[in-house]
T-cell receptor
Framework: RKEVEQDPGPFNVPEGATVAFNCTYSNSASQSFFWYRQDCRKEPKLLMSVYSSGNEDGRFTAQLNRASQYISLLIRDSKLSDSATYLCVVPGTGGFKTIFGAGTRLFVKA | NAGVTQTPKFQVLKTGQSMTLQCAQDMNHNSMYWYRQDPGMGLRLIYYSASEGTTDKGEVPNGYNVSRLNKREFSLRLESAAPSQTSVYFC????????????FGPGTRLTVL
């Protein structure tokens, strides 16, 4: 298994839809996880941290399943402005390294 | 408060030329990172500096060197550019390594012909 793998995408959804992305990881010792958002030709920016069982921020919910070693990101009531690439991030071995997933592209259409 | 700044924003090199990418942060962060991003491959760590005075190799260090000039600045050097180094390069910083948010610069788009 790769250190981190994401749903391939792209996801094309209408405004108002609920969409979920998954991210699997291989390092069972990982304690902290992140979702970043990256707009086209821009830098990644932190969307949410996932430290324990999960985290919720408005329309966004991130969940962690340690037994199956995956994290998920749920977006409710999708907006056009949610169109972006979502990157899953997990700590790598050695403490100082972080491993980024290849990203899942989301297109929200009117 | 500019956050993380990178120069240049765009660069075209010929094979064999050298150049240095500059990165600076004004958030008093201890750790700094250099990544490259290629289509379909996500961000890959080239080098990182856990604190001032230290640097370590990441996942793809070959062909690159780094210098942590001081707490604010972390530069990436390509000694002899190759077409395989065509990529978007991002610098990032964080308070402590791995367990906190990383703040990214706007990136440098490098093309090696």
């Amino acid at each position: 298994r790769k250190e981190v793998e994401q749903d391939p995408g792209p996801f094309n959804v209408p405004e108002g839809a609920t969409v979920a992305f998954n991210c699997t990881y291989s390092n069972s010792a990982s304690q902290s996880f992140f979702w970043y958002r990256q707009d086209c030709r821009k830098e990644p920016k932190l969307l949410m941290s996932v430290y324990s069982s999960g985290n919720e921020d408005g329309r966004f919910t991130a969940q962690l399943n340690r037994a199956s070693q995956y994290i998920s990101l749920l977006i409710r009531d999708s907006k056009l402005s949610d169109s972006a690439t979502y990157l899953c991030v997990v700590p790598g071995t050695g403490g100082f390294k972080t491993i980024f997933g290849a990203g899942t592209r989301l297109f929200v259409k009117a | 408060n500019a956050g993380v700044t990178q120069t240049p924003k765009f660069q075209v090199l010929k094979t064999g030329q050298s150049m240095t990418l500059q990165c600076a942060q004004d958030m008093n962060h201890n750790s700094m990172y250099w990544y490259r991003q290629d289509p379909g491959m996500g961000l890959r760590l080239i080098y990182y500096s856990a604190s001032e005075g230290t640097t370590d190799k990441g996942e793809v260090p070959n062909g690159y060197n780094v210098s942590r000039l001081n707490k604010r600045e972390f530069s990436l050097r390509l000694e002899s550019a190759a077409p395989s180094q065509t990529s978007v390069y991002f610098c990032a910083s964080s308070e402590v390594p791995a367990y906190n948010e990383q703040f990214f610069g706007p990136g440098t788009r490098l093309t090696v012909l």
